[in-house]
């Protein structure tokens, strides 16, 4: 199984990726939904040969500075690594430490992307709700994994 680390990815028009795959997005929510996100991610991959990335903005708060989060990189690296790995799916991890979850999120995926997003059923945060409504008039695709 295949884990790269990126920061930092440079936006790119309309979803492609330098060599023309399409790019799937899963939002980190939570460290279960987002196991289950990348499994559902890797069964659409498969079916359209579309590369996985996933999308982890974590917010510093402030007055930390954007270069001395609260977190230890590094420690948060592993912990994502590891739900890749237990989600048994080929991805890249894109970690980016923000003031605004939302922004970074923009800034990170391409117009039209495909998003995928993992949720607990019949229960899904306000944020979550928000953050996917603005994906959706951003002219997004989401897909939720429940």
Wanted: proline share 5%; with cysteine; glycine share 6%.
């Amino acid at each position: 199984m295949a884990v790269s680390e990126v920061h930092g990815v440079t936006r790119r028009p309309e979803g492609e990726l330098g060599d023309g795959k399409l790019e799937i997005v899963v939002l980190y929510t939570t460290a279960k939904a987002t196991q289950f996100a990348l499994r559902s991610a890797g069964k659409l991959a498969d079916g359209l040969s579309a590369r996985i990335r996933l999308l982890v903005p974590s917010i510093v708060p402030y007055p930390l500075a954007l270069t001395h989060p609260p977190i230890s990189e590094k420690a948060l690296a592993q912990s994502l690594r590891d739900i890749a790995q237990r989600a048994e799916v080929p991805c890249t991890i894109d970690l980016r430490f923000c003031r605004d979850r939302c922004d970074a999120i923009e800034q990170a995926i391409a117009t039209r992307s495909l998003v995928v997003i993992g949720t607990r059923p019949h229960w899904w945060q306000r944020s979550e709700r928000k953050l996917a409504e603005r994906l959706l008039s951003d002219g997004h695709q989401i897909a939720y994994a429940e």
